[in-house]
């Protein structure tokens, strides 16, 4: 008798095949911070790519304005908005907007799901850019912001395609949270870094998304190490699809790599705390 294929392994075979749509990537995002990367950026440019596009100029300045950034003068142009906060920040904000419009569902369950996950990349995004600049890798920190939002883009790219097979009826029940969870984390790190390879983003950001879970990793890639380190923070504080309350971050490799001490871990879950509300 034959048995059973697992849900991971249906899956997996969905993900293979020549059925799967790949969701498209917004140019906009990475084309500005393919330009803040120039040493001589032109903000003329930028403020254009936002401004061709009336509905992103409005969420741009709805956030610029928003709590997170409580204590600014309010903008009103998206000129403004780069001279208070900066085009390296609004840059981010642009990214983070952009990435928002693929965490939509009308599956109630998927939906749900997608939620906890967004929490999840914005916090890690926010975490790793502030760890980046109180590290002394100010450098980086853009990188960072972008290495964590793209980090689990893996496990955004699994709930599209099992949204898509219940709809087409090709599974015939729905996944319990935990069965969908660890299908999830088996995975989302493969055929995520295949995604970001096929939006052709920079390779360092494909690296995190392959890497970010490995039990071995490249302790000189300081990218990799951040986004390590706030995603299991992000887990130890319960943001996202996975909790694991009796984490020590301070015993964590990432932490001794960082030589972070335990006020500095204790400043970013706090920090991480904030994110919610930029989520």
């Known amino acids: 008798m034959r ?11 969905q993900l293979l095949s020549d059925k799967t749509v790949l969701p ?7 084309r500005i911070q393919e330009e803040i990367a120039k040493e001589d950026p032109d903000v003329t440019l930028i403020e254009e790519l936002i401004l061709h596009d009336q509905s992103l100029t ?9 709590a997170f950034y409580k204590g600014l003068v309010k903008v009103s142009t998206v000129r403004n908005a780069i001279i208070r906060l900066g085009i390296k920040e609004v840059a981010n904000i642009v990214m983070l907007l952009t990435h928002r419009k693929n965490f939509h569902s009308k599956d109630p369950f998927v939906s749900k799901v997608m939620k906890k996950l967004w929490q999840h990349s914005v916090g890690c995004a926010v975490g790793s850019q502030w760890l980046a600049n109180h ?3 100010k450098a980086l920190a853009n990188e960072a912001f972008t290495a964590g939002l793209l980090h689990d883009v893996g496990k955004l790219f699994l709930l599209m395609v099992i949204e898509n097979m219940k709809l087409a009826k090709e599974i015939d029940s729905q996944p319990s949270y935990t069965l969908l969870n660890e299908a999830m984390n088996s995975l989302h790190t493969e055929h995520g870094a295949s995604l ?6 920079p ?4 690296n995190v998304a392959r890497e970010h879970h490995s039990d071995k990793f490249d302790s000189g890639n300081v990218l990799l190490v951040l986004v390590r380190l706030v995603d299991q923070a992000c887990n ?4 996202g699809l996975n909790e694991d309350h009796s984490l020590l ?3 964590t490799s990432e932490a001794h790599v960082l030589g972070l001490s335990e006020v500095v871990l204790a400043e970013l879950e706090i920090a991480l705390e904030d994110s919610l509300s930029f989520a």
């Open 203 to 206: 390779e360092i950001y494909c």
């Open 249 to 251: 971050l301070a015993a």
């Open 135 to 137: 590290c002394g890798f």
């Open 3 to 13: 048995q059973r294929k697992s849900f991971v392994e249906i899956l997996n075979e």
């Open 58 to 66: 409005s969420q741009v300045l709805r956030v610029a304005n928003s």
């Open 196 to 201: 970001l390879e096929n939006w052709n983003v």
């Open 236 to 239: 130890k504080m319960g943001i």
């Open 24 to 30: 498209t990537f917004d140019r906009t995002s990475m």
